[in-house]
Antibody, heavy 120, light 107 residues
């Protein structure tokens, strides 16, 4: 059974860089069958796809966040990470990591989510 | 970007009711649509993909239909555990987008 687990600081100050990590167990981020995504959900609001990384390092980002986002993968640790620069209160959200095949298929496995609050 | 519209945002229903939740895409997406259920404090759970394919382990009272721009999630007989928020998601192109959600509340 594949499991994804997000981890992060919980609180970040405005203008700083947000860094989150997703650790995958029961499967491998090196599998060529899957794409690994970040998705966020502001409190009381809907879901926004942030971007994905493929194990070879190729990425695809939501244009709305592209200038501030970097997603990377560490195959030795079976993890992938999100960095979001110059955060503001609007970036306060629950951040989820998730898996899909990228070929018109849905997100079949999700982490439980981690709340990231931007506040001074 | 492909916009997905879910209306209404809130729906009141009783246990045993047949419930239909619509989702409209701003352009044709063939059958590249998924439905998720989300309960408070939990991650979304995949219910249906390819517009009408039931994910393994999901009760058969859930069904999906549609193609192109009009889609529907149907719950044939609402159960107490089905009170939640439901999101559609398009899988046709990037960026992946979601509808704003329909919350099914107890009447």
């Amino acid at each position: 059974q594949v499991q994804l687990q997000e981890s992060g600081p919980g609180l970040v100050k405005p203008s700083e860089t947000l860094s989150l990590t997703c650790t995958v167990s029961g499967g491998s981020v090196s599998s060529g069958s899957y794409y690994w995504s970040w998705i966020r959900q502001p409190p009381g609001k809907g879901l926004e796809w942030i971007g994905y990384i493929y194990y070879r390092g190729s990425t695809n980002y939501n244009p709305s966040l592209k200038s501030r986002v970097t997603i990377s993968v560490d195959t030795s640790k079976n993890q992938f990470s999100l960095q979001l620069t110059s955060v503001t209160a609007a970036d306060t959200a629950v951040y989820y990591c998730a898996r899909d095949t990228g070929y018109g298929d849905p997100f079949d496995y999700w982490g439980q989510g981690t709340l990231l609050t931007v506040s001074s | 970007d492909i916009q997905l519209t879910q209306s209404p945002s809130f729906l009141s229903a009783s246990v045993g009711d047949r419930v239909t939740i619509p989702c409209r895409a701003s352009q044709g997406i063939s059958r590249y649509l998924a439905w998720y259920q989300q309960k408070p404090g939990k991650a979304p759970k995949l219910l249906i993909y390819a517009a009408s394919t039931l994910q393994s382990g999901v009760p058969s009272r859930f069904s999906g239909s549609g193609s192109g721009t009009e889609f529907t999630l149907t719950i044939s007989s609402l159960q107490p555990e089905d009170f939640a928020t439901y999101y559609c998601q398009q899988l046709n192109s990037y960026p992946r987008t979601f509808g704003q959600g329909t919350k099914v509340e107890i009447k």
